[in-house]
């Protein structure tokens, strides 16, 4: 499975941006819970939003919720996070990574980076003040 992030950039403080995570190899997209998360310099990975394989759940980390929705086309194989009201703390690589549906039903599977096994090479986001 190869995932395809972009969609990443260079904003200001209070914009918009849409990332987009295209999905191809090993079956369709449909058949994964999707995860998104960030990486800042100098910290851990974060988990940051995870949709499941319908698209009928959705779920958020505090930080995002509010301001962040992921949604997916399975038509397509791509995964989306809209991302509103940027924050300079939102600046951040941000990945899209795959999980089972099994290990997407937990929280603490779906928002736990070591549960996906399939990943994205990043897009940055840089959100300036």
């Known amino acids: 499975v190869q995932l395809q992030a972009s969609g990443g950039g260079l904003v200001q403080a209070g914009d918009s941006l849409r990332l987009s995570c295209a999905v191809s190899?090993?079956?369709?997209?449909?058949?994964?819970?999707m995860g998104w998360f960030r990486q800042a310099p100098g910290k851990e990975r974060e988990f940051v939003a995870a949709?499941?394989?319908?698209?009928?759940?959705?779920y958020y980390a505090d930080s995002a919720k509010g301001r962040f929705t992921s949604s997916r086309d399975n038509a397509k194989n791509t995964v989306y996070l809209q991302m509103n009201s940027l924050k300079p703390e939102d600046t951040a690589v941000y990945y899209c990574a795959v999980t089972s549906p099994s290990t997407f039903v937990s929280m603490r599977g779906r928002s736990s980076p070591t549960s996906y096994y399939y990943w994205g090479q990043g897009t940055l986001v840089t959100v300036s003040s």
């Open positions: 949709i499941s394989w319908s698209g009928a759940s959705t």
């Open positions: 190899g090993g079956g369709t997209s449909s058949s994964y819970g």
